[in-house]
């Protein structure tokens, strides 16, 4: 059972363009989401993340927008550059608790033309 | 440069055969989680451990084990190893249990033929 289904699973934007990566979950239980950044060769590295108390964060050039009725959250990517193309994971987890996991998404491999 | 060190970067074994991959955490973090990364499966939690204990377990199979050492580094036994064994494993850590911000490492590549 996939717990957190992450679309598209690519993308190509061009330089100074949008990116919009979307994600949904399932388990009401969740209440930390954050996003990740891999690079190949590299571990993925934690970009930004949301608790469901707020609807939006942003860090800079990126922006998670939540919404917890729907069960979804989506990450954007403003004035896209050739740097951000990496892949992005999102993931879920329940804070606190001894019976922690995080749980991602299948990744969205993000192409940023020049 | 995340502060956590996997080795080795790349292993090729043959199928049956028995690895051990290491792992030592940022200074200071006592949480460490092992990960699993494929095409077909994505991102696939294993286990985890804090400060030496044995705190949540995923989709690990039983002929995978792990353990942390009192110096907090952490390894992962893989035997009776299959073809689709093969894959990314990481590692990582926090200083807390719980949804907090997890470094990982560059990766242990594991290849069995």
């Known amino acids: 059972q996939q717990q957190v289904k992450q679309s598209p699973q690519s993308l190509i934007v061009q330089k100074g363009g949008i990116s919009i990566i979307n994600c949904a979950y399932e388990?009401?239980?969740?209440?930390?989401f954050p996003w990740y950044q891999q690079f190949p060769g590299k571990g993925p590295a934690l970009l930004i993340a949301i608790r469901p108390d707020v609807s939006e964060k942003k860090e800079g050039r990126f922006t998670i927008s939540f919404n917890k009725s729907a069960k979804q959250f989506s990450l954007h990517i403003m004035d896209s550059q050739p740097g951000d193309s990496a892949t992005y994971f999102c993931?879920?987890?329940?804070?606190?608790?001894?019976?922690?996991?995080?749980?991602f998404g299948k990744g969205t491999l993000l192409t940023v033309n020049p | 440069d995340s502060g956590v060190t996997q080795t080795p970067k790349h292993l090729i074994t043959a199928t049956g055969q028995r690895v051990t991959l290491r792992c030592s955490p940022r200074?200071?973090?006592?949480?460490v989680y092992w990960y699993q990364q494929s095409l077909d499966q994505g991102l696939q939690f294993l286990i985890h451990y804090y400060n030496g204990e044995e705190r949540a377990k995923g989709n690990i199979l039983e002929r995978f084990s792990a353990q942390q050492f009192p110096d907090l580094h952490s390894e992962l036994n893989l035997s009776s190893l299959e073809l689709g064994d093969s894959a990314l494993y990481f590692c990582?850590?926090?200083?807390?249990?719980?949804?907090?911000?997890?470094?990982f490492g560059s990766g242990t590549q594991l290849s069995v033929l």
């Open positions: 990582a850590s926090s200083l807390r249990t719980g949804g907090e911000k997890l470094f």
């Open positions: 993931a879920a987890s329940m804070a606190g608790g001894s019976n922690y996991k995080l749980t």
């Open positions: 388990n009401t239980a969740f209440d930390y």
């Open positions: 200074s200071g973090d006592l949480s």
